[in-house]
Antibody, heavy 118, light 111 residues
Framework: QAQLVASGGGLVKPGGSLRLSCAASGFTFSDHYMSWIRQAPGKGLEWISYLTHVGSTMHYADSVKGRFTISRDNAKNLLYLEMNRLRAEDTAVYYC???????????WGLGTMVTVSS | QSALTQPRSVSGSPGQSVTFSCTGTNSDVGDYDYVSWYQQHPGKAPKLIIYDVTKRPSGVPNRFSGSKSGSTASLTISGLQTEDEADYYCCSYRGTTYTSVFGGGTKLTVL
């Protein structure tokens, strides 16, 4: 059964860092573009980054550019999001999903909560 | 990156049809047929229900259909069911920046 499981969320102080992981199973991970999408409490969805199959090309939303870095390890079926200089407005549930660019977000993980607060 | 524009709420009765609109620009919806729609129930992850403007993933009922005219995409649910009550989000590829942009979401209430 294909699934994505995000982890690594938690409480972090403003200016701090956090690394999220997303474990893929049940499908050929390396065939898919991968994205991170977040949802602030009570708010809508915000796409923040995607990465191509082999990780050679990535794109970011303006809101996280220069602070967040997306990467992947196809040998381990893992997607990562390194988050630096975190702000209160980064507080959200972070979802990993297959897709990005022209590809729709077909499969979604359960999400991991990140809270940025002093 | 400004979001696509969706109405905040839509309502309908069981058996009726409802249509959601999603308005973008010539940089996204108007110029690319890469519009997708997602259904999200409270506390759950979103679910893809329409991609490439009109296509349905396997398992999604044909009550759900998508279309586009100019810079506005639409999602129609026919034969409304109580379990359709959820939030619905549109999303488009924005080719000028190689990014994706979501709408603010529409809450569907089934009366």
């Amino acid at each position: 059964q294909a699934q994505l499981v995000a982890s690594g969320g938690g409480l972090v102080k403003p200016g701090g860092s956090l690394r999220l992981s997303c474990a893929a199973s049940g499908f050929t991970f390396s065939d898919h573009y991968m994205s991170w999408i977040r949802q602030a409490p009570g708010k809508g969805l915000e796409w923040i980054s995607y990465l191509t199959h082999v990780g050679s090309t990535m794109h970011y939303a303006d809101s996280v550019k220069g602070r967040f870095t997306i990467s992947r390890d196809n040998a381990k079926n893992l997607l990562y999001l390194e988050m630096n200089r975190l702000r209160a407005e980064d507080t959200a549930v972070y979802y990993c999903a297959t897709g990005g660019g022209v590809d729709a977000f077909e499969m979604w993980g359960l999400g991991t909560m990140v809270t940025v607060s002093s | 990156q400004s979001a696509l524009t969706q109405p905040r709420s839509v309502s309908g009765s069981p058996g009726q049809s409802v249509t959601f609109s999603c308005t973008g620009t010539n940089s996204d919806v108007g110029d690319y047929d890469y519009v997708s729609w997602y259904q999200q129930h409270p506390g759950k992850a979103p679910k893809l229900i329409i991609y490439d403007v009109t296509k349905r993933p396997s398992g999604v009922p044909n009550r759900f259909s998508g279309s586009k005219s100019g810079s506005t995409a639409s999602l129609t649910i026919s034969g409304l069911q109580t379990e359709d009550e959820a939030d619905y989000y549109c999303c488009s590829y924005r080719g000028t920046t190689y990014t994706s942009v979501f709408g603010g979401g529409t809450k569907l209430t089934v009366l």
